[in-house]
């Protein structure tokens, strides 16, 4: 079988059959989706295959003391020299193989939800054979080794800024002739918090819920191009808090500049809740209840830092600003 759609479901899907481990070859992983496997409560075996390229070092945080705590996670980075870019889902059971999927599907977000964009196909369990001796080959000490070694010869890239900007100054940093970090506002033009969009999404009269939120991609910071244009009605992405938290993310809605399509707000990909409870949960502002820009002020910033990592994963900072 071939399959081009809902991919995540299938990987975490925990009802297929009897397993007990799940190996993942994968070139690029998510910080988010290796969350997400966790909740399998199966031995868990990932490799990143292309970290020899460099892995963000919010990325590499999660998937170290994940490697540390989990007596069931074991995540490798493919050492320098050896870079695999094949993507591979295992289930065994008792040490024997019993399902194989192979294709392009990268175990990220964006690799496994975005429809018709990527494919995964079954494996004929004739050829089971071989792909042990594959699994075997990349996971060895010569091509691979543990994240959370303090030997570890992958790069890891940490996040540096350029000194900190006025807030309405957008990007605030370039790399190679990309803007890798933009700063986006909270607050609508007025200077106030939208009363029903925004952060407070679910204080509208439409189909949400109390605690729905995005956060508003307006059109001046689409013309930083930091934001591509839109390839499918809704873009995926693995998302990487300053304190740790991982959530999945999509690009949402549709606004036009130069003619080209480009998302017009960013929002939790499963529940538009997720985020508006975690925003409520660091503003110390109870669930439901309305968000006030006096309430971004009490906390010290009413602005998000975005910053595209090298595996297109973004980095989201509303740390509080230091006295």
């Given at each position: 079988m071939l399959y081009t759609r809902n991919l995540s479901k299938m990987v975490f899907d925990k009802n297929f059959g009897k397993f007990d481990e799940l190996i993942i070859i994968s070139g690029y992983v998510g910080a988010s989706q290796v969350t997400e496997a966790l909740k399998l409560n199966k031995k868990l075996r990932i490799l990143y295959g292309m970290a020899p390229s460099g892995i963000s070092g919010p990325n590499h945080q999660i998937f170290s003391r994940t490697d540390k705590r989990k007596e069931n996670v074991e995540i490798f980075y493919s050492l320098p020299g050896n870079s695999v870019h094949s993507k591979c889902y295992i289930w065994k059971d008792n040490g024997k193989m019993v399902r194989a999927l192979v294709g392009s599907a990268n175990f990220t977000n964006s690799g496994l939800n975005t429809p018709e964009k990527?494919?995964?196909v079954d494996i004929d369990p004739s050829f089971f054979g071989e792909l042990e001796q594959y699994i075997k080959y990349v996971f060895s000490d010569k091509g691979a080794e543990r994240c959370s070694l303090h030997s570890l010869k992958t790069r890891v890239t940490s996040i540096t800024k350029a000194a900190q900007l006025d807030p309405k100054q957008l990007i605030i940093?370039?790399?190679a002739g990309k803007v890798k970090t933009i700063r986006i506002s909270l607050l609508d033009r007025s200077g106030k918090v939208q009363p029903a969009h925004g952060l407070n999404w679910g204080m509208s009269a439409g189909h949400v819920k109390p605690n729905d939120s995005c956060i508003v991609i307006r059109k001046v910071a689409i013309k930083t191009g930091f934001f591509k244009p839109k390839e499918s009605e809704q873009t995926f992405i693995d998302?990487?808090?300053d304190d740790g938290t991982?959530?999945?993310l999509q690009e949402e809605?549709?606004?036009t500049e130069l003619g080209l399509l480009y998302p017009k707000q960013l929002a939790?990909?499963?529940?538009k809740e997720i985020l508006g409870k975690y925003i409520r949960k660091r503003l110390g502002v109870r669930e439901g209840k309305r968000?006030?820009?006096e309430d971004l002020k009490k906390y010290g910033k009413t602005f998000i830092d975005v910053t595209c990592l090298d595996d297109g994963s973004y980095y989201l900072d509303y740390s509080k600003p230091k006295k």
């Open positions: 990527e494919i995964l940093k370039k790399e998302g990487v808090w991982t959530m999945e809605g549709n606004q939790s990909a499963k529940s968000i006030t820009v």
